[in-house]
């Protein structure tokens, strides 16, 4: 069974720019949610997808944006990148079956922003 | 609204000591699920438990125990034993809603292990 995995690793951008991070889901899993990480920080929660509709949002201004596919990989875009933006992203995957549902999480891409 | 507090930003214990790491949660929901993670240097955040509101009872995993106390809104995890690998970030989250995995994270603690 392949977990979560995330691309890239690190990613370097400069103010204004637009970045688009990726996100594979571990198999047979219909559901991704996308997390920030500031530096000695806890994540917080950006948005969540399920069967490639938004499902829920957290408190991240339009510029966010994110995409699931049929295959129930994700994406997350952030446009006119702002310093504040420097973060690890994670994301994680899970199986919406109405009950709980066990979130794994990716190793994370961590975002720099200059 | 939710609220995760982790008032531990760091602690560093000597090897083989017991230390327990406190988190205070808020929620107005009467159901709602409480965790720990780890997250090692890598950055990927390691699942350790999951426990209901519905289920109070303490549960102990091998040198991990957790103590879960709806009156005073605490699920405190402690390290028995220490051991050099269990340096991390450890964070605890809360989630409100059944079948909705939005977690909120406390800012964690940094907890080093001294050999």
């Known amino acids: 069974e392949t977990g979560v995995t995330q691309s890239p690793t690190h990613l370097i951008k400069t103010r204004g720019q637009q970045v688009t991070l990726r996100c594979s889901s571990q198999s047979g899993h219909n559901t991704v949610s996308w997390y920030q990480q500031a530096l000695g920080q806890g994540p917080q929660f950006i948005f969540q997808?399920?069967?490639?509709?938004?499902?829920g949002r957290g408190n991240f201004p339009p510029r966010f944006s994110g995409l699931q596919f049929p295959n129930y990989s994700s994406e997350l875009n952030v446009n006119a990148l702002e310093l504040d933006d420097s973060a690890l992203y994670l994301c994680?995957?899970?199986?919406?079956?109405?009950?709980?549902?066990?979130?794994?999480f990716g190793p994370g891409t961590r975002l720099t922003v200059l | 609204a939710q609220k995760v507090t982790q008032a531990q930003t760091e602690i560093s214990v000597v090897e083989k000591e017991d230390v327990t790491l406190d988190c205070v949660y808020e929620t107005r929901d009467t159901t709602y699920y409480l965790f720990w993670y780890k997250q090692p240097p890598s950055g990927e955040l390691v699942f350790l438990i999951r426990r209901n509101s519905f289920d109070e009872q303490n549960e102990i995993s091998g040198r991990y125990s957790w103590n879960f106390q709806k009156s005073t809104s605490s699920f405190n995890f402690t390290i028995t034993a220490s051991q050099v690998v269990d340096s991390a970030v450890y964070f605890c989250a809360l989630s409100e809603n059944f079948g909705n995995e939005k977690l909120t994270f406390g800012t964690g603690t940094r907890l080093t292990i001294i050999p």
């Open positions: 994680a995957s899970s199986l919406f079956q109405g009950a709980y549902n066990e979130q794994f």
């Open positions: 997808y399920y069967r490639e509709e938004e499902n």
